[in-house]
């Protein structure tokens, strides 16, 4: 079975610092890797995706992510924080398998922005 | 447009009781997904339907819980002699096709507490 691990759960970072928050997954095969930022009172939102090809796949909101298969590592980050990025950031993987859509979301990192 | 609704938003009942949580899925998405949040982890997939049939039901915990979307819009989970262990925010995701690049669309939630 997948597993991700979302080794940091709670990161301060001042604003207009760069940001990489980290994600490491367990399985078999290439997954298809997923960050999710959910905002206090609003459900998650999705930031980015990968599935094939680039290992650099750019999100939404000035997000990026780069998938590293030797590490197995999708971490996600970001050059310039801004305040209203404090959120709870989540990785998730996906497996595949006919009729198999389940997501193993990491616990999330809690990501506050200081002035 | 409006987004994924679910109803109550809070829900407190006492252990042993039954409740439903219902969950109004983004009009025409065909695939709908109920998820569990824990306080400080990530949400925990429990079934995924395709229309009005459970394509995949591998995260329901036991036999307590059960999810039915007859018409293939409205879904609601139901969970039978609620324990206290149950407590947690209950997600609801719905998405235009059930393939893993059609983005999940999150609900709010709904927040059950068993007492």
């Known amino acids: 079975a997948q597993s991700v691990t979302q080794p940091d759960i709670h990161i301060t970072v001042s604003e207009g610092a760069s940001l990489e928050l980290r994600c490491n997954y367990s399985?078999?095969?290439?997954?298809?890797l997923f960050w999710y930022v959910q905002s206090p009172g609003q459900g998650l939102q999705l930031l980015l995706k990968?599935?094939?090809?680039?290992?650099l796949v750019q999100g939404i909101k000035g997000f990026e992510a780069e998938f590293k298969r030797s590490q197995s590592s999708f971490n996600l980050r970001k050059p310039s924080v801004h305040w209203s990025d404090a959120a709870e950031y989540f990785c998730a993987v996906g497996a595949g398998g006919t009729g198999r859509r389940a997501l193993t979301f990491g616990s999330g990192t809690r990501l506050q922005v200081q002035p | 447009g409006a987004g994924v609704s679910q109803t109550p938003s809070n829900k407190v009942t006492e252990k042993g009781k039954y409740v439903e949580l219902r969950c109004d899925p983004i009009?025409?998405?065909?695939?709908l997904y109920w998820y569990r949040q824990s306080l400080g982890q990530g949400p925990e997939f429990l079934i995924y339907?395709?229309?009005?049939?459970?394509?995949?039901d591998s995260g329901l915990p036991n036999d307590r819980f059960f999810a039915v979307r007859p018409e293939g819009s409205v879904s609601t989970l139901k969970i039978q002699r609620t324990e206290r262990g149950d407590s947690a925010v209950y997600l609801c995701?719905?998405?235009?096709?059930?393939?893993?690049?059609?983005?999940?669309?999150f609900g709010n939630g709904t927040r059950l507490t068993v007492t």
């Open positions: 009009s025409g998405h065909t695939a």
């Open positions: 995701a719905s998405s235009s096709q059930g393939q893993w690049n059609s983005p999940l669309h």
């Open positions: 990968y599935f094939s090809g680039d290992t």
């Open positions: 399985y078999g095969a290439t997954p298809y």
């Open positions: 339907f395709q229309g009005t049939g459970a394509a995949d």
